[in-house]
């Protein structure tokens, strides 16, 4: 009987694929090309649907919201802990990334860099901005180099307001540039349960007073503001109005004596632009204040020119005095003086521009600003040889 010779083969599993022993390996894909040394067990495709403005923006940080609601197949079961999350791009190069909420019961939400965001429409087809969120590493990484989400979008300030509250230390500062906010101690604050994103800072004032409920001291020499291309931003919700009087959302005081300040208040069912003692002007008209949240932005150019967004639109432009935006070692920026809640507070150092602003409003606002494809699992580690 002659005997059988029993060929020798091995099977192995990388990705998906199953190859011979010898037959040469099948090209990775793109995704575990740079961050293979990691081995996430689970990747999801992220698709930025959510932009539609006409420029591309450069380190644009958007918002992932992480939930078994919103990424199909997820499970925090499958994720040691916030640290176990990555970003990469398309070719598997790892994006910065800031952890802002990790909620295990419910939605987390992570700010990640896109390198390029843009859309481009095609004839046949409109092609958006991807990138990758991996999780369930074998190998953990220390640096999720959270403050180069902010510091490369060229933000000086950046926070979160209450998501890290601590009444005694102050807010922290996301940006890297350890610009920690104080609590002042003339009003009532705490953390809030409505927010446009995590948490958020709850004023309590019942006097229509400039009261410094939260406060930056010494902008120009801490912040280091280029006074000529700035833009400030960030959320509010108004428990209420003044049907007379004022209440600040924010100030700017720009001399010790307080005769140039500028900022945004309300009066009536309006939100309202301030400089000095000079009468406030309507910027947002038959705009309630008191109906929920809103996005504000103030872009400052030459120290001259303000130009005021609502909800990534922009509704009011005013040239003023450079007085008023001649920032001196003493000048402070004041939140507070109304009752109800902040969030999201930026200064960027730079003039934004119309898309960049309006994607600001967007990304938080649109819940499908980013859509996450179903999670592939990768299968790194699993290795079966046969004889």
């Known amino acids: 009987m002659s005997r059988v010779a029993l060929t020798t083969f091995a099977i192995a599993f990388l990705s998906g694929y199953a190859f011979a022993e ?23 495709t992220m698709t930025v649907e959510g932009y539609s403005g006409e420029t591309e923006l450069e380190n644009f940080p958007v918002a992932v919201r992480i939930s078994t609601a919103n990424i199909p197949g997820f499970d925090y ?39 390029k965001l843009s ?37 000086n300030a950046v926070w979160h307001m209450a998501d890290d509250f601590n009444y005694e230390v102050g807010q922290h500062d996301s940006s890297g540039n350890g610009f920690t906010a104080s609590y002042a101690t003339d009003s009532k604050v705490g953390i809030g349960t409505v927010s446009a994103i995590g ?40 428990k209420g109005y003044a049907a007379t009087g004022q209440q600040h959302l924010f100030w700017v005081n720009t001399s010790s004596t307080g005769s140039y300040y500028w900022g945004l208040n309300t009066q009536g069912k309006t939100i309202r632009s301030k400089f000095g003692t000079k009468s406030g002007e309507t910027i947002g008209a038959g705009l309630n204040p008191a109906s929920g949240w809103f996005h504000w ?16 639109t922009l509704l009011k432009e005013k040239t003023v005095d450079a ?22 507070c ?36 699993l290795k079966i040889i046969v004889r």
């Open 346 to 381: 930026r200064f960027r150092n730079e003039d934004s521009s119309d898309d960049w602003i309006k994607a600001e409003y967007d990304s938080i606002n649109n819940k499908q600003f980013v859509v996450a494809s179903e999670t592939i699992k990768n299968g790194y580690g």
């Open 119 to 155: 859309t481009v429409v095609a004839e046949d087809k409109t092609t958006y901005t991807t990138f990758k969120m991996n999780w369930g590493h074998e190998t953990k990484r220390d640096d999720t180099k959270a403050t180069e989400v902010w510091s490369t979008a060229t933000y």
């Open 199 to 238: 948490k958020a800072f709850y004023l309590t004032r019942d006097k229509n007073t400039e009261a410094k409920c939260f406060t930056t001291p010494n902008l120009s020499s801490t912040i280091k503001m280029n006074w000529s291309a700035v833009t400030l931003s960030g959320w509010a919700y108004y």
């Open 22 to 44: 010898d037959t040469p390996e099948v090209e990775e894909t793109p995704v575990v090309t740079r961050i293979k040394s990691l081995k996430p067990k689970y990747t999801s």
């Open 297 to 312: 932005a103030i872009r400052i150019t030459n120290k001259t020119k303000f130009e005021y967004f609502l909800n990534g």
């Open 77 to 115: 079961s499958n994720c040691d802990g916030e640290g176990d999350i990555t970003f990469t791009d398309d070719e598997g190069n790892i994006l910065p990334h800031e952890v802002e909420v990790w909620n295990t019961e419910g939605e987390s939400v992570a700010w990640v860099s896109i390198p």
């Open 323 to 344: 007085k008023y935006a001649s920032m001196s070692t003493s000048s402070e920026f004041w939140c507070g003086g109304t009752t109800g809640y902040i969030d999201e």
